[in-house]
Each structure stands twice: as C-alpha cells, then as structure tokens.
C-alpha cells in the first residue's frame, strides 16, 4: 500500500509569489489534513478533509491560504500571495474513519517551503 | 485552548540507557494518544496509540508508553535505546469531542551516542 505522498519536496519563493503545494493521500482514505511546522515551533493543524468536503479548518492562518479538494481524491494548498512567515514543513496525513474515535492519521514527507 | 507539553526539548545519551519522554496534555475530557517519531530525513511514522483499555501500550521497535488519566500524561519509554533511534519524537492528543484533528507537542529530538 502506496504512503500519503506530497510535492514538491521541497519549494523556494519570493515574497508576493504564489506556491501550489499537493497531497496524494492512501487510496480509499475519505479523511485527509494538512498541518505545518514553522521553525522551532510546534506540528499545527490547519484544516481537515472528509471526501471533498472541508470539515474543519479553524487552523487555516488567514485568507491567503487555500485548500481543496475536487473530486475527493488529492488535495491542493495555495499560499496567494506567500509571505515571510508562511515558510515552514507543510505535513499532510490521511486516515480511513469518519470518526475520530478510534482514527489513526499516516503522515507524508512534507514539503519544505522557503520564502525569501 | 487545549495544550501538549514535552518537557525535553533535546536529550542526549548513550547507546543501551534507558529513555523517558515526558509528555503531559491540558484537556479534561477523553481522548486518544499518539506518539510519533521522525527519524533523520524520513517522514513522520506512528509508534504506538491510545484509544482505551490497557493504559500500558506497546508500540513498534521496543516503545511503549503509559497513559495516566489523574496526571494527564503518556510518557514515552524504552528500556535500551540504540544509535537508530536517534530522531524527534512527537507526542500528540485527539480530544474525542473535538473532531479528528491532532494538537502536538513541540517534539523532542533524541540523539544516541553509539
């Protein structure tokens, strides 16, 4: 069984650029999440997938981050326009149940954005 | 707001010591727990969950952890480590009521001394 998988691995861009990050999550996963870790801070949470729907995304920082999710499958993370503080591990997971009570997240590799 | 603590923010010690990593969360209702690990340029795996039962639980490569419910924590233990353990080692809390999402810690980076 294939892992979540993201790309790119890793991402370098201006200030006022726009980044397009992407997560495969595990095939017949209905629930997927991206979280980040900026530098020497803690995993946050950003928001969470059921199918192509958005179930929570109360950790989403501000309007210029967009996620989606068409047809169920993969997802997309645009940062529009990129600042300084957006650099960080970007981390989706991926996980079978619709409920949280016995729900187990797989981690992909992150993507590394870096913005100058 | 819920909260997950790791004392440790780096350890150091030799091949065959034992390890502890102490986590402690701030939230009063149930909840499930997870230790990850993230070892040198590979992606976060699961070591070992909580999600009720036995409050001893066994994970992958030796770990266990102990969740004590009156103290709020799920401390994270291995009798003997070995040089590959060397990594960052993430605690993490799903309260049940509060959907899927994860609040980690700030992680703890081990490293073994061969």
């Known amino acids: 069984e294939a892992g979540v998988t993201q790309f790119p691995s890793h991402s370098v861009i201006e200030k006022g650029q726009t980044v397009t990050l992407r997560c495969d999550p595990i095939s017949g996963h209905d629930n997927l999440y991206w979280y980040r870790r900026v530098m020497g801070k803690e995993i946050k949470f950003l928001l969470h997938?059921?199918?192509?729907?958005?179930?929570?995304e109360s950790g989403m920082p501000n309007n210029r981050f967009l996620a989606e999710r068409t047809g169920g499958t993969y997802s997309t993370l645009k940062v529009q326009p990129a600042e300084l503080e957006d650099s960080g591990v970007y981390f989706c997971?991926?996980?079978?149940?619709?409920?949280?009570?016995?729900?187990?997240?797989?981690f992909g590799p992150g993507t590394r954005l870096t913005v100058l | 707001a819920q909260s997950v603590s790791q004392h440790n923010h780096h350890v150091i010690l030799s091949e065959a010591a034992s390890l502890e990593l102490g986590c402690n969360y701030s939230?009063?209702?149930?909840?499930?727990l997870f230790w990850y690990v993230q070892y040198p340029g590979q992606h976060l795996q699961l070591l070992l969950k909580?999600?009720?039962?036995?409050?001893l639980v066994k994970g992958i490569k030796g770990f266990e952890a102990e969740f004590i419910k009156s103290k709020f924590s799920f401390n994270l233990r291995k009798p003997s480590v070995q040089w590959s353990d060397t990594a960052e080692y993430f605690c993490a809390v799903n309260p049940k009521a509060a959907g899927n999402k994860l609040t980690f810690g700030g992680g703890t980076r081990v490293l073994v001394k061969p």
């Open positions: 997938f059921v199918k192509e729907s958005k179930q929570d």
């Open positions: 909580y999600f009720s039962g036995d409050p």
């Open positions: 997971a991926s996980s079978r149940g619709s409920s949280g009570s016995t729900d187990t997240q797989y």
């Open positions: 939230y009063g209702g149930t909840v499930n």
